[in-house]
């Protein structure tokens, strides 16, 4: 088996999910998404997202988060990082932009969360 390869920002984020979520394989989905090859990896745009998330979901982006497209409900999403426009178009519609680690301590269990990538 291959181990995995965390870029720096990666790393960081892998290590601060908190133990009782690493256990869960929602979330052991998103640490093995997160060590994929960058050339694997591709923005997601918040249309995107508002396409795929439910108003209770809380949804995942295992890369950057871009402002192409409108959201038309709030979103709540957790993501490495998101463009200047993508946090502003989730926040102006009353959504919530957060970091990986955040929604890890939240919901270590990973239920109601989606992945996106």
């Known amino acids: 088996m291959k181990r995995a390869k965390f870029s720096e920002k990666n790393l960081k984020i892998s290590a601060g999910i908190p133990p009782e979520a690493r256990k869960s394989p929602f979330w052991k989905r998103v640490l093995e998404l997160l060590s994929a090859s960058s050339r694997k990896k591709q923005g997601v745009n918040v249309s995107k997202i508002a396409e795929y ?15 192409a497209g409108s959201p038309k409900a709030k979103l709540r999403v957790a993501a490495v990082s998101f463009s200047q426009s993508a946090r502003k178009m989730i926040e102006s519609s009353g959504g919530q932009a957060m970091t990986i680690v955040e929604a890890a301590k939240q919901s270590p269990t990973g239920k109601d969360l989606i992945i996106i990538k």
């Open 53 to 67: 998330a439910g108003n209770s979901q809380m949804v995942i982006v295992p890369d950057k988060v871009l402002g």
